[in-house]
């Protein structure tokens, strides 16, 4: 603990000081680091929790196969969705509909192929717009309307489920072959969605730290007021965001439907969406509004990830897996708010 | 110090920078202000007093376009302008300080500072540039903060004050309206502030407007004062003119009168 509270001063001062001043050693440099950093700490539990599975089942674990599950299956949709939860979160509001336009995009997709005869590419980008549409009712719902986002996007999922389950009688429908092709791009190939997930992390951790827009979402989450009065056009910041979330559902749900090769209605739901604000909790964002971080969600995913697919790889069977995994989720946001504690501490 | 200059009122307002003419707003049944005229001389502090309810925020967030007023007009720099948002507002040179401040806690100070008004490079922002500019104005108007990376969230009230009044100045403002800078404010941090009123007045550029509760701060700091009642300007002397007790005695005459005035009508 004193390791930490007594910062950069000491840590910086010559050899051969007083006893107080020590040399600035690895360690901590370390804990410096983790002292600075709000990413560093759900950074160090992903760690531990990778060696912690590598070590123990290290061949069928560190498999390239395991890995590409972990990261690009299992973890990918989570990380894309979550990017849209923290700047939903950031902002002061949430989105519980984002599961269910992953659900319905990929029919929509199909229904415009089979049914409409519309070309592909044309059909893939009217599903990924009906991302933003539906992003822009939860924010009229929310922003024009008044209604709390939590009740908005509870009342647009439903109304989501409902259309698909009625549109496909709840029936899963194939990949038409016309779109096999592009769909290797989108998630079909063993890493795409990964590789879509690190370029999305990075375009978006640009967006919140180095851009007016990330600037005016922790303003208007912050205090929504104050930003206001400052100017700041809190409403439009909010449809934006809104938009964002679900086009990023709909972008995860055909990546998810072309990886399977199926198109199911019962993929996505609330699921994908509470894994994902998890992650984003996980990796340092505040449910409260005001703070957040793209690369901490995406470290947030990681842990998530490594925890459901470990467990698999560990042989636990699918009933009591659940336990185990709330448990561990539990755990490691113990160890996150405790170091996350150690840092504020350091700091001051 | 004695040489400061005292602005002259000219009787045809030609040396005005601001001028609201017959304002009168109405929330419902509610008249919160009733035909008040209130001009601003060009480099001069105008405090304006009042008790609580009397119309003073209305009246400035009529003049800062966060309000639309029933009736009346405004005139800036000899030109009627209809403000249509607080942006329009300090697009022409009206800057507000409110009270609750506007600071976005979790930022930076030096995003505070350019909040809404950032300077990007192919449209990222450009963080270096304005943490130069925004330590070089907080040290030319003489704000002393740790740093100006720090959050916002980490300051005293007298230095998040200072740093939306400095916000307010270096947007180059013609005309400065704070909300009460001094509510709520420790002797020392109210004299910071004080300080830096003075230091405004003393370069000149920037004309300001000040809500205040305390006579005896607003006849240290301000070159004229009006007085709002029950919707109305009834009081306007230069600060010189005038003094706490005069004040004060306006205040409790008029508390007096409205008393007997609801004992008769019960």
Request: aromatic share 8%; with cysteine.
């Amino acid at each position: 603990m004193s390791e930490i509270t007594e910062r950069s001063p000491q840590a910086v001062s010559p050899p051969g000081g007083p006893p107080a001043k020590r040399v600035p050693g690895p360690l901590r440099s370390a804990l410096n680091l983790l002292a600075r950093q709000r990413e560093a700490t759900v950074f160090v539990v992903a760690v531990v929790l990778l060696l912690y599975f590598g070590i123990k089942y290290n061949s069928t674990f560190v498999s390239q196969t395991n890995l590409a599950n972990l990261l690009s299956e299992t973890g990918s949709p989570i990380m894309i969705i979550a990017i849209g939860e923290v700047f939903l979160l950031i902002c002061g509001e949430i989105d519980l509909s984002v599961g269910f336009v992953y659900t319905f995009a990929p029919f929509l997709m199909h229904y415009l192929i089979d049914f409409y005869h519309v070309p592909v590419v044309p059909a893939i980008i009217i599903s990924l717009l009906f991302g933003l549409l539906v992003g822009a009712a939860n924010g009229f719902l929310t922003v024009t309307m008044g209604l709390p986002s939590f009740i908005t996007t509870l009342g647009t999922g439903f109304i989501l489920l409902g259309l698909t389950l009625t549109t496909s009688h709840a029936y899963p429908a194939t990949i038409s072959a016309s779109a096999v092709g592009i769909g290797r791009w989108i998630g079909a190939a063993p890493w795409s969605q990964f590789i879509w997930a690190v370029a999305l992390t990075a375009i978006f951790y640009v967006v919140l730290t180095r851009t007016k827009w990330g600037l005016y979402t922790i303003a208007t989450g912050g205090n929504q007021l104050g930003a206001r009065e400052s100017g700041i056009k809190t409403g439009r910041i909010k449809y934006g965001n809104f938009m964002l979330c679900a086009t990023l559902g709909a972008l995860v749900g055909l990546q998810n439907a072309f990886y399977t090769n199926t198109i199911d209605p019962s993929a996505g739901g609330f699921q994908p969406m509470f894994y994902a604000v998890t992650a984003a909790v996980i990796g340092g964002t505040a449910m409260l509004g005001g703070q957040g971080t793209i690369l901490g969600a995406f470290l947030g995913s990681i842990v998530l990830a490594t925890l459901l697919n470990g467990l698999n790889v560990a042989g636990i069977s699918a009933n009591p897996l659940d336990i185990i995994l709330g448990a561990a989720i539990l755990l490691a946001m113990i160890v996150n708010v405790r170091l996350a504690r150690l840092r504020a501490a350091g700091r001051n | 110090m004695t040489a400061e200059p005292t602005p002259t009122v000219a009787a045809d307002g030609s040396g005005d920078v601001l001028r609201v003419e017959h304002i009168s707003k109405r929330f419902g049944a509610v008249r919160a202000l009733n035909d008040v005229n209130l001009h601003l001389v060009q480099g001069e502090v105008l405090g304006l007093l009042g008790d609580n309810g009397a119309g003073k925020s209305t009246l400035i967030k009529i003049m800062c376009g966060f309000q639309i007023p029933t009736a009346g007009r405004i005139v800036l720099e000899g030109q009627e302008i209809t403000l249509k948002s607080v942006d329009h507002a300090r697009s022409l040179g009206i800057d507000t300080v409110f009270q609750d401040l506007a600071l976005i806690n979790e930022l930076t100070v030096y995003h505070n500072m350019f909040l809404n008004r950032e300077r990007t490079r192919f449209s990222l922002l450009n963080n270096r540039s304005m943490r130069r500019t925004a330590k070089e104005q907080l040290e030319r108007i003489g704000v002393d903060l740790p740093s100006v990376d720090a959050e916002v969230a980490k300051l005293s009230g007298g230095q998040r004050q200072a740093i939306a009044v400095a916000r307010a100045v270096t947007s180059n403002a013609k005309v400065l309206l704070l909300d009460e800078p001094l509510a709520a404010m420790g002797a020392k941090e109210g004299a910071m502030i004080l300080e830096l009123v003075k230091d405004l007045k003393r370069q000149g550029q920037v004309s300001i407007i000040m809500i205040m509760h305390n006579y005896g701060q607003a006849l240290e700091v301000c070159d004229r004062i009006n007085l709002l009642q029950h919707g109305e300007i009834t009081f306007d002397k230069l600060a010189k003119d005038t003094s706490v007790q005069e004040l004060n005695d306006i205040v409790i005459e008029e508390y007096r009168r409205a008393l007997a005035e609801r004992e008769k009508s019960a």
